[in-house]
């Protein structure tokens, strides 16, 4: 049974635009805080963004709020992660996730189901 399963990534070039969507299980969706993360190459899993459970709440890395928009869409049971003026350093694996918790916390152990990652490759 999949519970948490991201779609989207792709191979785009530096300035384009990209939106990540991830499909969670209803059971975990409901009231729980949803989240992405991304490991590039070589590197560990680094937070990007989170959403609260009420969606009344988002936390972003420092640098990437105001390129980066995370929200939720209750009724689809889905939680998206707009990417905007992507650059090089964006590439890696995103992986999206939800904690048994309400609150958006950007620590890495806090969070309790992981999708299996989308590839984003930004190319200059």
């Known amino acids: 049974q999949v519970l948490v399963a991201e779609s989207g990534g792709g191979s785009v070039q530096s300035g384009a635009s990209l939106t990540l969507s991830c499909a969670v299980s209803e059971r975990i969706f409901t009231n729980n805080a949803l989240g992405w993360f991304r490991q590039a190459p070589g590197d560990r899993r680094k937070f990007v963004a989170a959403v609260s459970g009420s969606g009344g709440s988002t936390n972003y890395a420092e640098g990437l709020k105001g390129r980066f928009t995370i929200s939720r869409d209750n009724a689809k049971n889905t939680v998206y992660l707009q990417m905007n003026n992507l650059k090089t350093d964006d590439t890696g694996v995103y992986y999206c996730?939800?904690?048994?918790?309400?609150?958006?916390?950007?620590?890495?152990?806090?969070?309790?189901?992981w999708g299996q990652g989308t590839q984003v490759t930004v190319s200059s």
């Open positions: 996730t939800a904690r048994n918790g309400i609150g958006p916390t950007s620590t890495y152990v806090s969070w309790d189901y």
